[in-house]
């Protein structure tokens, strides 16, 4: 059963970063391509990166690209998202997945950009 836990959201200002993690189990990870998508306050998903299984290729929405870096460790089951110069307009819920459409995904971690 596909299981997927994200972590390291939270309040933070415009200009500012994080990082996201997700922990991943129950399906062969190092072998999936991996995809965070987001959700925010009445809007739809939304895909904003995905990488392939050895992490060499990226690709990122025109919405984050040059601010996020997505990256994954096979040995540790882990998909990471690092976010810097945030902006208002990336408060969502965060999810990870194995697919572009966000499903499955996990319960997702909630990032607000706010003075």
Avoid at 53 to 68: D, E, I, L, M, Q
């Amino acid at each position: 059963q596909v299981q997927l836990v994200e972590s390291g959201g939270g309040l933070v200002q415009p200009g500012g970063s994080l990082g996201l993690s997700c922990a991943a189990s129950g399906f062969p990870f190092s072998r999936n391509w991996m995809y965070w998508v987001r959700q925010a306050p009445g809007k739809g998903l939304e895909w904003i990166s995905s990488i392939d299984t050895g992490g060499a290729t990226t690709n990122y929405a025109s919405s984050v690209k040059g601010r996020f870096t997505i990256s994954r460790d096979n040995a540790k089951n882990t998909l990471y998202l690092q976010m810097n110069g945030l902006k208002s307009e990336d408060t969502a819920v965060y999810y990870c997945s194995t697919n572009s459409l966000g499903v499955p995904r996990g319960q997702g971690t909630q990032v607000t950009v706010s003075s």
